[in-house]
């Protein structure tokens, strides 16, 4: 009978290499540090991240927190190669679930888990992280890398977001005010943002072309830059609108499901919006899905963004103050529609006009 041990096995021979890890730590740890904020010093190898509150300027918070993912998203960024910005698109997915609900972005944290760690591709991955948390003036304080050979093909893998934000108590959205004839106002999206994928990857999969073609909806770019654009992160233009304006009664993610699903996650009962889809400036990429794959309007709506990322209600009598501060703030808001009563049974969302697909 053998003894433990005597086959002479390692770790790395069973495919996990903790060097490649620790290496990758050490190359990561600068990204880390510039996403520092008042209340966390961004730095990273302890157990676990400390965020102190009182430094963060809050008096009596409410702490509000999200988790998501990107999704087969990362299938096309894997096969095509282009790490760069998945991780923003983790960060968005997060943070932009924070704001909605009227809390400041404060904390970030990530899992990366693949079948066989590359350092440099995870580097990657977590410099796109940084830049999001940048964009979203949190701080990331820690996080999770997981070589799991078996569960994944070698370079196949899979990332989750953990996010926490903050909102002083008496100042959650959405309001309790919400009522009919209160303006919905659209924010432009950067495009498919992240939710979709697997009815895209199938699209590109009928239209034949290969990740490195020209992208026949942005012909500068190939296919696979095109449409890992990475999710537009709202936080900082809507904060910087919450702070000039009382005007804002509700905001909506729009993630899957579309318009139908996510606008009335803030809506009460006997209340919906009415939207003018005339006015949505759908950018081409959704042209393109939509001729390719057959998508019929309707399915287009409750899939995809459209066109439009989040969605603001507002007072009816400071909707200019709205639209005034949003534009303030770098966006480009777009009148979509307006509150509306709704009878036992009928749709929350309805429509009027026509997406230009």
């Given amino acids: 009978m ?3 041990g005597a086959n002479g096995l390692t770790y790395a021979q069973a495919g996990v290499d903790i060097d490649a890890g620790n290496a990758m730590v050490d190359e990561i740890k600068p990204l880390v540090r510039a996403t520092r904020r008042p209340g966390a010093d961004a730095e990273i190898g302890g157990f676990g991240g400390l965020f102190d509150l009182k430094a963060a300027g809050f ?39 924070l704001i909605v609900q009227g809390a400041e972005p404060l904390l970030f944290l990530d899992y990366y888990a693949t079948g066989k760690l590359d350092p440099k591709v995870g580097v990657e991955i977590v410099r796109g992280i940084a830049d999001g948390c940048r964009q979203a003036g949190c701080a990331l304080i820690g996080g999770e890398t997981a070589e799991m050979p078996g569960m994944y093909a070698e370079k196949d893998y899979d990332l989750a977001g953990f996010a926490v934000g903050a909102a002083e108590r008496g100042t959650l959205l959405p309001r309790e005010d919400l009522k009919p004839g209160d303006v919905v106002f659209g924010l432009p999206s950067s495009g498919v943002h992240s939710n979709g994928y697997s009815l895209v990857r199938r699209i590109v999969a009928l239209s034949g072309l290969a990740w490195t073609a020209p992208a026949p909806f942005a012909p500068k770019k190939g296919l696979a830059e095109a449409l890992l654009e990475p999710t537009r992160i709202y936080v900082k233009p809507l904060l910087q609108a919450l702070k000039a304006t009382d005007g804002i009664k509700a905001l909506a993610h729009i993630t899957g499901g579309g318009f139908p699903d996510n606008i009335p996650r803030v809506l009460p009962e006997g209340l919906g919006v009415a939207l003018d889809l005339d006015a949505i400036p759908v950018p081409p990429v959704f042209g393109w899905l939509a001729r390719i794959g057959g998508v019929a309007e309707r399915e287009m709506l409750r899939t995809f963004n459209c066109g439009i990322g989040m969605i603001v209600a507002a007072e009816a009598h400071k909707a200019d103050a709205v639209l005034a501060a949003l534009k303030a703030a770098g966006e480009a808001p777009v009148k979509l529609g307006e509150v509306v009563p709704v009878g036992a049974g009928e749709e929350q969302v309805s429509y009027r006009g026509k997406l230009s697909l």
Avoid: F
């Avoid at 095509?80 to 997060?94: F, N």
């Fill in 2 to 4: 053998s003894k433990p």
């Fill in 59 to 97: 008096s009596d918070p409410i702490l509000v927190a999200a988790n998501d993912g990107v999704g087969t998203k990362v299938k096309i960024a894997i096969e095509s190669g282009l790490h760069s910005t998945i991780g923003i698109d983790l960060v968005a997915m997060c943070v932009n679930d």
